[in-house]
């Protein structure tokens, strides 16, 4: 890094923006509340002084308009940033991305490119209840034509940004809310990230575990005490979910032989899902036991707190899946 700087994970994607706003004139910010207001999380705040009305966009509240207005600029020659207030939200623009953003390139050539970035706040942890605190990635998995970045660290959150304008596609960039107040070193003239890269964020021997964005933390935890019963895990943040490095997760587990999955979103159908049959695939006679998946609750989030932290996947029950791939002369 040439001088990184303590900010949290907000800050990170705040100044990272700005410096991609003063660097590209082309780039333009749309969504609702994101001037005078500075967006849900105050990420844009300061913006409008700064940049002006044709460039910081207050769009009415109509995710769709937003987003197929995007589209349209974006294939006129601009670079939209837009801000989904919550990726609940993001179910009401699955026309404009799915059959418009993400189709027209195929559809009409090489000469129309959709560089849209869809900034979303995703995942529980406030209490926010059941429309507002969803993990839907999985949702989004199977869209050909656009990328997922799920960042978990400041630095990750400005390099994966950086990268996601530069793409002639639909990126998806998901931001967990409970990171936003996390820290760590960032450096924002580092260069940006190439998608389809994960991070090993511990490296062990006996197991090896899957995450992003906001179970990263959950994941390290559980590492941690783990450690304590003598099970060495290998943390994987994925990054980015498309493109997926399957490559770096089937060279782990042929090292570790056992593979837990963790994901925010539902059990069923969700990314740990995929990531389970892709290894399957590349490396069954590497397993020595099966994959176990960790997931939220099939069900509504609930708005109580407690409910809520029993729905969400955490720590003690990350440790608790992996330790129950051991049997008990092994720990």
């Given at each position: 890094?040439?001088n ?36 849900a ?20 509240i ?21 801000e989904?207030m ?16 993400a ?15 869809i ?37 990750d ?13 639909i ?47 959950e ?6 005490v ?10 994987i ?19 570790t ?25 590349k ?34 029950r ?14």
């Amino acid at each position: 890094m040439n001088n990184p700087t303590e900010m949290t994970f907000a800050q990170s994607i705040r100044e990272t923006l700005r410096r991609i706003l003063v660097q590209d004139k082309t780039v333009i910010l749309m969504g609702e509340d994101i001037g005078r207001y500075g967006g849900a999380f105050r990420i844009t705040e300061g913006f409008l002084d700064e940049f002006g009305p044709e460039r910081i966009i207050e769009t009415p509240i109509s995710e769709g308009s937003v987003t197929g207005a995007a589209v349209g600029a974006a294939m006129r020659g601009l670079k939209p940033v837009i801000e989904i207030m919550f990726m609940d939200f993001i179910t009401l623009c699955m026309d404009q991305i799915l059959n418009h953003g993400a189709k027209f390139p195929d559809v009409f050539g090489p000469q129309a490119k959709v560089p849209v970035v869809i900034r979303t706040p995703s995942g529980g942890g406030r209490g926010y209840g059941p429309t507002h605190s969803q993990s839907l990635e999985s949702l989004l998995m199977p869209v050909p034509g656009i990328s997922i970045a799920v960042p978990s660290t400041p630095q990750d959150a400005s390099s994966l940004l950086k990268r996601a304008v530069e793409l002639p596609e639909i990126t998806i960039f998901i931001e967990g809310k409970t990171l936003y107040s996390s820290k760590g070193k960032t450096d924002i003239d580092a260069e940006p990230l190439e998608f389809g890269r994960a991070r090993i964020a511990r490296e062990g021997t006996d197991a090896t575990i899957t995450a992003c964005g906001r179970m990263i933390p959950e994941a390290l935890h559980a590492a941690d005490v783990l450690c304590e019963k003598d099970i060495s895990c290998e943390v994987i943040d994925l990054r980015t979910l498309k493109p997926l490095d399957i490559d770096t997760i089937v060279a782990s587990v042929e090292t570790t032989g056992k593979l837990v999955t963790v994901e925010e979103s539902p059990l069923t159908g969700g990314t740990g899902s995929e990531i389970a049959s892709r290894v399957f695939e590349k490396a069954y006679f590497a397993l020595d036991a099966p994959v176990k998946r960790v997931a939220s609750i099939d069900g509504p989030v609930p708005a109580s707190i407690p409910l809520e932290q029993k729905h969400i996947p955490d720590a003690q029950r990350i440790a608790g899946t992996v330790f129950s791939l051991f049997s008990k002369d092994d720990c």
